[in-house]
C-alpha cells in the first residue's frame, strides 16, 4: 500500500464518519508570530481548539505537510526525518475518548489493515492533581478484546520492561499535552489533557534491542532500541488549569495526529522508513548519481542517502510554498538543507550537480497529492540548482585553502572554523581530508571557536531586534510609525492591558497581534482608526531619546522585550510621537527604529481586517492609503 492510498484512506474513513477534509495548510504558518514553520497538524487549529468556531463544522480531518528545523541533525538515522505529513482528526466539543479509540482501532485493523498483535498502546499515569486516565484504558480494553485479545495495562515498564502488558502507563513528560509543556509549567485558563500513543512493534525477532545501544536496559515500547515505532498520538484536551489546580473544560476537544511515512514503515513492516515507496525513485536517482547502492550493510553510504532523501525532499516542499535559500528566516534553512545534501552527496561521490534531479523525482512521486509542485517545477529546479552551484564553487575554495594549510603542517582547530565560517565547509570534511593526510585536527578548539560565532549571531541578532526592520523601505517606515500610533489607540479605547504580542510590517500592510480577551466591536475599532488619523492630522513630530531602562518606565514608555533592549549595553531607544514642552506625547514606545519624522505623511489609516489569533491573542491588518 502506498503513501498515497494510506492518505486517501483514512480521508475517506473519516469523511464517512462525518468529518469535513480540509486541504494542507501551507509550511509557513499565517496565523502563528511565534513559529517560522507549519511543525505540527495541529498548530493550524490552534485557535478552534481553544474555543474559536470553526466555519467547517465539529468534526474534521486532513493530511498536513510539517516541517520541523530542529531535527536537521538528527537525520540520517531510520526514522527522523525534518519534512512528514500528518494525519489528523479533530473533535471541536463534539465526540470523545470512546469514539476515537474505537475509530482509530477500526482505521488501524481494517482499513490498513495493520496486525492488532503488533499494537501497543500508552496512556497518562495520573499525577498529584490529575487522575490517572483510566477510562480510556477501559476503551482500549474493549476494543482489543473485540479482536480476542486480553489487554493487560501496566505501569513503571521503564524500570521493568514489558511484563506481557499492551497498555502502558507514563508520566506528564510522554503522554500530557499542552502547549506550555507538563502540567506545572501551564499558565492559568491554559487547556491540556493526556493523550495515549499508539505504537507499531517491529518484532523482539528482529533482535534490535539487543544490537542497540540501550541493551543494558529493559525494553518498552519508549525505548529508542528501534523494536517499537510511535505511529500516532491522541491528544484528549480535556482540563483547564485555575488558580486552585485543574478544572474541566466545558467542552473537551480530540486531537489526533498520525505520521503518514511511519504508517507506511507499520504496513510494510520495515523499520527503515527511507525504504517506504515515497522515497523509492529518488533514491534510485541518488544510486544512479553516486554509483553506490543504498544498503544497511554500509553505514556511512546509507547515513547520506537518508540526510539527501529527507532535505531535497523538504527543500523541494518548502521552495514550492515560497521560501527561496538566503542567509535569514526561513531561507536559512532551505540553504542549510541543501548544502548539508550536497556535502552528503560529495561523501558518496555524487560529484555532479545532482539536487534537482532528485527533486524531480520527488516532484512526480507527489504530484497529483499536491499538484502545485508540478506548478513551481522549474522554479524549485532552478533554485536548487543555483544553491548547489554556489556551494560547490565555495566548496573547491575551501579545498584549495585546506591544501595550502596542509602544506604548512598541522590544520589546527582555528583553521577548521576558518575553513568552516569562510568557505561553508564542515567539520566532517576537513577531519576527514586531515585523516587521509595523517593528521588530526583538534576538535574541542574548533568547538570553542563555533561557540564564540554562535555567542556573536546571537548578539548580532538582539542587535537586530533592536535596530528595528529589515526592510527599511519608505512605506515599511511608514507602517511601522503607524503600528506605533495603532498600539497607543487600542490602549486607549480598550484599555492598558493592551500589549503588542508580535507584528509583522511589509510594504503593503502592518500585522499586529496584541493581547485582548474578546472581539473588538465595530465601534471599537472605529474609535481606534479614528484616534490615529487625528493624530496624523496633527503632523505631529517623531523623535528618539536613549534612555536607561528605569528613566523609560518612569516616563510612561510602553514597549515589548523591553528586558532584551537593555540586555543591549543596559541603553534602550525610545520613541515619542508628539510632545514638546507644551504637551504630552501621543506614543512613547521602546523601539529600535526606524520612523518617520512627522506623521502629516502617513496618509489615511485604515483597520481591513481584526482576528483571533489564539487565546487572548488579537491581530489587526492594516493599511495606509
Known amino acids: 500500500m502506498t503513501i498515497h492510498e494510506i492518505r486517501q484512506r483514512y480521508l475517506d474513513f473519516f469523511a464517512a464518519r462525518g468529518h469535513q477534509v480540509l ?11 511565534s513559529t517560522l514553520f507549519t511543525g505540527s497538524g495541529m498548530q493550524p487549529m490552534v485557535p478552534y481548539l481553544l474555543g474559536e468556531t470553526h466555519p467547517q463544522g465539529t468534526r474534521l480531518a486532513d493530511s498536513q505537510k510539517c516541517f520541523r528545523s530542529q531535527d536537521i541533525d538528527e537525520v540520517g538515522d531510520n526514522r527522523h526525518t525534518t519534512f512528514f ?9 463534539d465526540y470523545f475518548k470512546k469514539e476515537q479509540v474505537a475509530w482509530m482501532f ?15 498502546v500508552t496512556v497518562f499515569s495520573g499525577n498529584k492533581e490529575i487522575p490517572r486516565d483510566d477510562e480510556t484504558v477501559s476503551y482500549w480494553k474493549e476494543v482489543f478484546a473485540s479482536v480476542g485479545i486480553q489487554a493487560k495495562d501496566v505501569d513503571f515498564s521503564e524500570r521493568d520492561g514489558m511484563q506481557d502488558g499492551r497498555i502502558f502507563s507514563y508520566g506528564e513528560k510522554k503522554n500530557w499535552w499542552s502547549r506550555s509543556g507538563i502540567p506545572e509549567n501551564m499558565p492559568i485558563g491554559e487547556p491540556g489533557g493526556p493523550d495515549s500513543e499508539l505504537f507499531w512493534d517491529f518484532g523482539v525477532e528482529r ?17 529508542d532500541c528501534g523494536r517499537f515505532m510511535e505511529i500516532g498520538n491522541n491528544v484528549f484536551m480535556q482540563y483547564k488549569k485555575t488558580s486552585d489546580g485543574f478544572e474541566l473544560l466545558p467542552k473537551a476537544n480530540v486531537d489526533f495526529g498520525g505520521g503518514l511515512e511511519r504508517l507506511a514503515a507499520a504496513v510494510a513492516n520495515e523499520p527503515d522508513m527511507f525504504l517506504i515507496d515515497a522515497f523509492d525513485e529518488a533514491r534510485r536517482v541518488i544510486e544512479g548519481i553516486s554509483g553506490r547502492s543504498y544498503s544497511s550493510n554500509e553505514t556511512n553510504g546509507t547515513y547520506a542517502f537518508r540526510v539527501i532523501l529527507d532535505h531535497i525532499r523538504a527543500a ?4 514550492a510554498d515560497g521560501v527561496v ?3 535569514k528566516d526561513q531561507g536559512y534553512y532551505v540553504r542549510r538543507l541543501v548544502r548539508r545534501a550536497v556535502r552528503f552527496g560529495n561523501m558518496i561521490g555524487a560529484k555532479d550537480v545532482f539536487c534537482g534531479s532528485v527533486a524531480q523525482a520527488f516532484i512526480q512521486e507527489y504530484a497529483n497529492a499536491y499538484p502545485e509542485l508540478l506548478q513551481k517545477k522549474h522554479v524549485i529546479v532552478d533554485e536548487l540548482t543555483k544553491e548547489e552551484e554556489k556551494f560547490k564553487a565555495s566548496l573547491e575554495k575551501g579545498l584549495r585553502e585546506f591544501e595550502k594549510l596542509s602544506m604548512k603542517g598541522i590544520v589546527s582547530g582555528s583553521d577548521a572554523f576558518n575553513l568552516y565560517q569562510s568557505y561553508g565547509f564542515p567539520w566532517e570534511l576537513t577531519e576527514e581530508l586531515a585523516r587521509e593526510k595523517g593528521q588530526q585536527v583538534d576538535r574541542e578548539v574548533f568547538q570553542d571557536e563555533f561557540k564564540k560565532h554562535q555567542d556573536l549571531s546571537r548578539a548580532g541578532s538582539a542587535q537586530k531586534f533592536a535596530g528595528g526592520l529589515a526592510d527599511h523601505s519608505d512605506e515599511v517606515v511608514r507602517l511601522h510609525t503607524a503600528t506605533h500610533m495603532l498600539h497607543q489607540a487600542l490602549r486607549t479605547v480598550l484599555g492598558s492591558h493592551v500589549e503588542q504580542k508580535g507584528s509583522n510590517i511589509t510594504g503593503e500592510r502592518l500585522r499586529f497581534d496584541f493581547s485582548h480577551p474578546q472581539k473588538m466591536t465595530e465601534e471599537e475599532k472605529k474609535q481606534v482608526e479614528m484616534i490615529v488619523n487625528e493624530q496624523i492630522q496633527k503632523d505631529l513630530p517623531v523623535h528618539f531619546e536613549i534612555l536607561d531602562l528605569d528613566e523609560a518606565k518612569n516616563r510612561g514608555a510602553i514597549g515589548l522585550f523591553e528586558d532584551k533592549y537593555a540586555q543591549l549595553g543596559g541603553k ?3 520613541y515619542f510621537i508628539g510632545g514638546d514642552a507644551s504637551a504630552e506625547s501621543f506614543s512613547k514606545e ?36
Open 23 to 33: 486541504p494542507s495548510s501551507s509550511l509557513l504558518p499565517e496565523n502563528d508570530p
Open 572 to 574: 534602550i531607544k525610545v
Open 590 to 625: 521602546v523601539c529600535g527604529g526606524p520612523h518617520v519624522e512627522r506623521t502629516g505623511g502617513l496618509g489615511t489609516f485604515r483597520i481591513q481586517k481584526e482576528e483571533a489569533v489564539a487565546s487572548g491573542i488579537r491581530r489587526i491588518k492594516a493599511v495606509l492609503e
Open 207 to 223: 533482535g534490535l534491542h539487543e544490537k542497540s545501544s540501550f541493551s543494558t536496559e529493559p525494553c518498552h515500547v519508549n525505548c
Open 316 to 319: 523541494t516542499f518548502l521552495i
Open 106 to 120: 477500526e482505521f488501524l485493523t481494517r482499513e490498513l489493515p495493520l496486525d492488532p498483535r503488533r499494537l501497543y
Open 325 to 327: 535559500p538566503s542567509n
Open 85 to 93: 505529513e500528518m494525519l489528523g482528526n479533530w473533535s471541536l466539543g
